[in-house]
C-alpha cells in the first residue's frame, strides 16, 4: 500500500495520460503485457540504452523491448541506415527490392536455412509456419507447451489456449517432460511440434537439452514438422540457440530485433517444406502481407546483422549476460527469489516456495504481490521492468549499470527480509 502510494505521487501525469487514452482504447492498451495496476507508466523517450517517462524520471531499460530493442533506441548505426533509407530509398515501393534477398541471404547464412520468408511479426510469422507445416504434412494437429508464447492468439498459459481465437488442433505438452513429449509426439496425424528453446514469456525458463532432443527425434520418427520458435531466443549466440544446443529444426520462426527495431517477423528452413510458399507452383500456398518486404525493416534488419551483431559481439554480450545473472543468483540465495535465464535474458521469479530450479511453468506459483512491490521499488531505483520479471539487456549498457541493479536487488531482499 505504501509503495502504491507512493507510486500515484511520483506519476501524477502517467495517470492522467492514462483515463485519456482509457477514453479510446479499452482499458487505455493496445498491448495487454503493458498494463499493470494502477496505470501503467507512459514513457515519452528513448536514448541508447535509457528511457524516460512523462513524469520526468528516467530509467535504464531493462525491458529491452521484450528482446526486439536489442540495439537499444537510438543506435547510430540502425539511425543512420534509417535516414538513408527515408532519404534515399523511400517508404513501401509495391515492388520486390534487392534488400530483401540480401536479408535473406545473410539470415539463411546465420541461422543455416535453405529458404525465409518476411513478414511482420513473430505472431505471424508462428502462424505461417504452422499453415506451411499443416499443408506439406497433410497433417491437422499440433503439438505445443504449457507455458509456450507464440505470439498474440498463441498463448498456452497453464495448459489451455489464452485466446480461442485461431483454429489449430492443439495438443498440449508439459514443458521439460521429455517421456511426455515422447508419448504425445508419437500418435497419428501430428503435423508439427511448436516449441521455444527457452520459454521467453512464460518466465525465461530454460529447455533441456534432452527435453528438445527428444521433441526433435519424436518428430523426425513420425515425420511432423519441427518448428523451434526462436522469435526471442535467437539472439543468444551468433546463431540462435539453437546452435548452442545442436539441433537441426525443420522450420523456425524469428522476430523481433532481427527487423533492426522495427516491426518484423521471419520464418524458413527446410528447401523442401519451404517450397509450399514458392508461387510458381499453381498449388503453392499464399502468403502475402503490404508490409511484409517494407524497406526500412529490410535495411535496418540488415544492417543490424552485418554491421553491429557480429559473431563476436553476440558471445561477449551474452557472457556478460551469464555473469548477471550470477550476481543476481548470489544475491538471492536463500530468499524466495529466483533468476532464470540464458545469456542476455533473465527472469525473475518470486514464489512462494522458494523455487530455485525451475523446470516449467507448473513448478512455481509466483507471489504476485511481492512482483509488484520489486517493480514498483525498482522504478523508484530508475530501473524498467516489466511486472512480469523479465529482463533483455540492451547491447551498449554499461557493467556499471548492471551492479548497480544487483545492488538494488540486494537492498530490496534485505529490507523486506519478512517477505522474502
Ligand atoms: N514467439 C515468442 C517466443 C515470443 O516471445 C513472441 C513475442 O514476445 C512471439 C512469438 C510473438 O512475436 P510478436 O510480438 O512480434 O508477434
Request: contains cysteine; charged residues 20%; negative net charge.
Amino acid at each position: 500500500e505504501a509503495a502504491k502510494a507512493r507510486f500515484l505521487e511520483r506519476n501524477p501525469i502517467s495517470g492522467k495520460l492514462f483515463e485519456e487514452a482509457s477514453q479510446y482504447l479499452p482499458g487505455g492498451n493496445t498491448r495487454t503485457l503493458l498494463y499493470t495496476a494502477p496505470y501503467p507508466i507512459c514513457m515519452k523517450k528513448g536514448e541508447a540504452y535509457k528511457v524516460y517517462d512523462e513524469d520526468g524520471h528516467e530509467y535504464t531499460d531493462f525491458v529491452g523491448e521484450l528482446t526486439a530493442g536489442l540495439y537499444g533506441h537510438s543506435h547510430p548505426v540502425i539511425q543512420k541506415c534509417l535516414i538513408d533509407t527515408i532519404t534515399n530509398v523511400g517508404l513501401n515501393l509495391g515492388s520486390t527490392i534487392a534488400q530483401e534477398a540480401a536479408h535473406a541471404k545473410l539470415m539463411c547464412s546465420r541461422f543455416h536455412l535453405d529458404k525465409v520468408r518476411f513478414c511482420n511479426s513473430g505472431t505471424e510469422a508462428n502462424m505461417h509456419a504452422l499453415a506451411g507445416a499443416r499443408y506439406f504434412t497433410g497433417k491437422r494437429k499440433v503439438v505445443v507447451f504449457s507455458g509456450g508464447y507464440h505470439g498474440a492468439v498463441f498463448g498456452f498459459w497453464d495448459g489451455v489456449q489464452e485466446n480461442g481465437v485461431d483454429k489449430h488442433e492443439w495438443v498440449i505438452g508439459r514443458y521439460n517432460d521429455v517421456e511426455g513429449a515422447k508419448k504425445l509426439i508419437e500418435q497419428d496425424d501430428i503435423a508439427a511440434v511448436l516449441v521455444e528453446g527457452m520459454q521467453g514469456a512464460g518466465g525465461c525458463i530454460p529447455g533441456t537439452r534432452e527435453f528438445l532432443h527428444q521433441v526433435q527425434e519424436s518428430a523426425k520418427k513420425v515425420g511432423a514438422c519441427f518448428i523451434l520458435d526462436e522469435v526471442m531466443t535467437s539472439r543468444l549466440s551468433p546463431s540462435g540457440l539453437q546452435a548452442i544446443l545442436g539441433l537441426s529444426p525443420d522450420l523456425t520462426t524469428f522476430g523481433k530485433w532481427l527487423g533492426g527495431g522495427l516491426a518484423f517477423g521471419a520464418f524458413g528452413g527446410r528447401e523442401d517444406i519451404m517450397a509450399v510458399y514458392d508461387p510458381r507452383s499453381p498449388s503453392s500456398l499464399a502468403h502475402s502481407g503490404t508490409f511484409n518486404n517494407n524497406t526500412l525493416a529490410m535495411h535496418a534488419g540488415f544492417t543490424g546483422l552485418s554491421e553491429i551483431w557480429k559473431p563476436e559481439v553476440a558471445i561477449e554480450f551474452n557472457e556478460l549476460g551469464d555473469s548477471f545473472r550470477a550476481d543476481l543468483q548470489a544475491v538471492a540465495r536463500g530468499t524466495k527469489m529466483s533468476v532464470t535465464g540464458r545469456g542476455t535474458l533473465v527472469g525473475i521469479h518470486f514464489s512462494q516456495e522458494g523455487t530455485t530450479e525451475i523446470p516449467c511453468r507448473e513448478a512455481i506459483v509466483e507471489d504476485w504481490d511481492l512482483k509488484d512491490l520489486f517493480f514498483m521499488e525498482m522504478m523508484e531505483d530508475g530501473f524498467w521492468l516489466t511486472r512480469r520479471g523479465s529482463i533483455a539487456l540492451i547491447l551498449g549498457t554499461p557493467k556499471s549499470e548492471l551492479d548497480r541493479f544487483v545492488k538494488s536487488v540486494g537492498q530490496f531482499l534485505e529490507r523486506h527480509q519478512n517477505l522474502v
